[in-house]
């Protein structure tokens, strides 16, 4: 069902400074997880993922912190800058639903 | 070269209308989808399809109706419109089920 939730619905910090967005699962059988940035008038766009084998994974500028004993998922954006805006939403897959759940998505906006 | 490409990008109807909305991918996934998205940006799975199995999320209404003419379209088909069906509709596709989606631009239905 739809169960991926997340802490924050909106997030608002300045242009710099670190952002980080939360979110809870409760699909314990999940094993893949994604973030998604998605932009006003487009659709959600991959920024990274992580499997249930790993606790923390890096990118550009993003890393994604995975904790299974509590179920929750974060994305954290460096030096969070204006093109960051976006809506920002956590999926799972990989579970027993087959198809990626996604969560409600937070509104990061960038303060210059 | 466009992924997922969806028509049209905004459609506006009258009730009672019966509409299609188009989506084709040239990425050689075998799964595709398709979400709705609320205004409040809920992204909800619709169906997904490829050329084993439709699963269909049992909320949407038989009004509804995905068609797959081949591998690399999923065509979405709304019967007698109503007014609670306006929404953004995304179509997205991924190698296998449950793993990365990706995501066409959207098509802003509006039914009035």
């Known amino acids: 069902g739809e169960n991926v939730g997340l802490h924050l619905p909106t997030l608002s910090v300045q242009e710099g400074d670190n952002s980080i967005i939360n979110c809870a699962y409760s699909n314990s059988a999940s094993d893949y997880f994604i973030w998604y940035k998605q932009e006003s008038g487009k659709g959600p766009q991959f920024i990274i993922d992580i499997r249930s084998n790993m606790d923390k994974r890096q990118g550009q500028r993003v890393t994604v912190l995975l904790n299974k004993t509590v179920k929750h998922l974060s994305l954290q954006i460096a030096a969070t800058q204006p093109g960051d805006s976006a809506v920002y939403f956590c999926?799972?897959?990989?579970?027993?639903?087959?198809?990626?759940?996604f969560g409600k998505g937070t509104k990061l906006s960038v303060k210059p | 070269d466009t992924a997922v490409s969806q028509t049209p990008k905004y459609l506006v109807t009258q009730m009672g209308n019966d509409k299609s909305i188009k989506c084709e991918q040239n990425?050689?996934?075998?799964?595709m989808y398709w979400y709705k998205q609320d205004s409040k940006k809920f992204l909800k799975i619709m169906f997904s399809y490829n050329n084993k199995e439709l699963i269909i999320n049992e909320t949407v209404p038989n009004r509804f109706s995905p068609k797959s003419p081949d591998k690399a379209h999923l065509n979405l088909h709304i019967n007698s419109l109503e007014l609670g069906d306006s929404a953004v509709y995304f179509c997205?596709?991924?190698?296998?089920?449950?793993?990365?989606?990706?995501f066409g631009q959207g098509t802003r239905l509006t039914v009035v």
């Open positions: 990425l050689g996934h075998d799964t």
């Open positions: 997205a596709s991924s190698l296998i089920d449950g793993a990365e989606a990706f």
């Open positions: 999926a799972e897959g990989g579970g027993s639903q087959g198809n990626l759940i």
